[in-house]
């Protein structure tokens, strides 16, 4: 038993002194950490142009179509720039019952190009700029009123609800309501010489009024009421008698036909279906007569076109010459 002991003793010592002669362990390196990716960057998106804009946004299809139906698309992607204000959905929907959809018609193109020019402002005026304006110069060619009221700013009657959407050649403000240009003044009429002339189918009356010398007195104050033969009237007297009639010395005779044309004062038609007959300024009568609602004077010659108003009257187209009694 106490040689097994040693024994044991002996192989202890030994594993001890092999263990320590043994060469250290050579410690593993912890991995590197893989370094993570910078994130990329995303470039800004291009803005886009104002009709596009508009098509993206959702509340602007009625402007859209309008401005498609107006041929004005390529106008207003062009390279501008432009400020345009611009009616919502909403805003279209206030005009008057079918207004828009007359205003799609081919035939009222026109009048829509004019409604939607009167929208756009040449030139890129962001909001800061126009608060500083009392109005602006249209692509039309016609003002709109500009005013800061409690905070808020208005063109015409439209209030602005969002201001400065800027496009790729231009800015968007938003407005809530539609803006009409003002009606075209109506030009003053010509006088009764004047809208004779520029009708053209009064050439030979225009003559005779001349060869009379009586466009000074059918120019002047009057009123005057002018029964007014055609060319075709005159072309239907016999062959021969205009001709006549032109010739320096028959001058009296073709005064007094003409005077006979004509009615002091303003007759308009609704006045001339009430009388029987009317004094003319030759001094002779012409009687009125209504056959199957036409009104016909001295029984056979058809008045064919009423009421042209004149500065100094009126004019009323008849199919024949009137001629005087004799």
Same mark, same amino acid.
């Given at each position: 038993m106490k040689r097994f002991s040693i024994f044991a003793m002996l192989l202890t010592v030994t594993a001890l002194v092999l263990a320590a002669c043994a060469p250290a362990a050579t410690p593993t390196p912890a991995p590197e950490p893989t370094p993570m990716p910078e994130p990329t960057a995303m470039p800004e998106p291009e803005p886009m142009d104002i009709v596009d804009t508009a098509v993206a946004d959702g509340r602007f299809q009625t402007l859209v179509a309008a401005v498609t139906a107006a041929g004005l698309v390529d106008t207003l992607k062009g390279e501008g720039p432009f400020t345009v204000f611009a009616p919502t959905d909403d805003a279209f929907a206030k005009l008057p019952a079918g207004t828009i959809d007359s205003l799609l018609l081919p035939e009222n193109k026109q009048a829509l190009t004019d409604i939607l020019l009167y929208h756009v402002v040449s030139g890129k005026v962001m909001a800061a700029d126009v608060v500083g304006l009392e109005s602006a110069t249209t692509v039309l060619g016609k003002d709109v009123a500009i005013k800061v009221d409690m905070g808020n700013v208005y063109i015409n009657d439209a209030k602005v609800i969002i201001t400065d959407i800027e496009t790729s050649n231009g800015v968007i403000h938003v407005i809530d309501t539609v803006i009409l240009p003002p009606a075209e003044e109506a030009a003053a009429p010509g006088t009764i010489v004047d809208i004779a002339?520029?009708?053209?189918?009064? =050439? %030979?009356?225009?003559?005779?009024? @001349?060869?009379?010398?009586?466009?000074? @007195?059918?120019?002047?104050?009057?009123?005057?009421?002018?029964?007014? !033969? @055609?060319?075709?009237?005159?072309?239907?007297? !016999?062959?021969? @008698? +205009?001709?006549?009639?032109?010739? !320096?010395? =028959?001058?009296?005779?073709?005064?007094?036909?003409? +005077?006979?044309?004509?009615?002091?004062?303003?007759?308009?038609?609704?006045?001339?279906?009430?009388?029987?007959?009317? !004094? %003319?300024?030759?001094? &002779?009568?012409? %009687?009125?007569?209504? &056959?199957?609602?036409?009104v016909f004077l001295n029984d056979t010659i058809q008045v064919i076109i009423t009421d042209i108003e004149a500065s100094n009257g009126v004019i009323h187209v008849i199919d024949a010459v009137l001629l005087p009694p004799q």
């Open positions: 002339v520029a009708d053209g189918r009064f =050439n %030979t009356l225009v003559a005779a009024v @001349t060869a009379a010398e009586l466009v000074e @007195t059918l120019s002047g104050e009057g009123p005057f009421t002018v029964f007014a !033969p @055609t060319d075709d009237a005159f072309a239907a007297l !016999p062959a021969g @008698t +205009l001709d006549s009639l032109l010739l !320096p010395e =028959n001058k009296q005779a073709l005064t007094d036909i003409l +005077l006979y044309h004509v009615v002091s004062g303003k007759v308009m038609a609704s006045d001339v279906i009430g009388l029987s007959a009317a !004094p %003319t300024v030759l001094g &002779k009568d012409i %009687t009125i007569t209504i &056959k199957d609602g036409k």
